[in-house]
Nanobody, 117 residues
Framework: QVQLVESGGGLVQPGGSLRLSCAAS????????MSWYRQAPGKERELVAV????????NYADSVKGRFTISRDNTKNTVYLQMNSLKPGDTAVYYC??????????WGQGIQVTVSS
């Protein structure tokens, strides 16, 4: 029913850029706060960026602040993560998340981002 599908990942050199997209279906997208998480092998999943349902407010992990930008287009039911100045430490599986209140939370399948020379 509810699907969050990430795209745009891949291999990039340090200093490069990628834009991740997450297309949502089966939910009222404009009612959901959207987030990006990431998880590297052997590490805990961490919150990278959050955007409110209207796009009026964003928050970022300190490790990505100034380099990553989360945005959303509610007409396209899509949330984005623009990643600039990528570092090897950004290598992880990135997950799209949608949340509404405390009851509803959905996850995408995850997409690999590898930053390596």
């Amino acid at each position: 029913q509810v699907q969050l599908v990430e795209s745009g990942g891949g291999l990039v050199q340090p200093g490069g850029s990628l834009r991740l997209s997450c297309a949502a279906s089966g939910l009222t997208f404009s009612s959901y706060a959207m987030s990006w998480y990431r998880q590297a092998p052997g590490k805990e999943r961490e919150l990278v960026a959050v955007i409110t349902s209207t796009g009026g407010s964003t928050n970022y992990a300190d490790s990505v602040k100034g380099r990553f930008t989360i945005s959303r287009d509610n007409t396209k039911n899509t949330v984005y993560l623009q990643m600039n100045s990528l570092k090897p430490g950004d290598t992880a599986v990135y997950y799209c998340n949608g949340a509404r209140g405390l009851l509803y939370k959905y996850w995408g399948q995850g997409i690999q981002v590898t930053v390596s020379s």
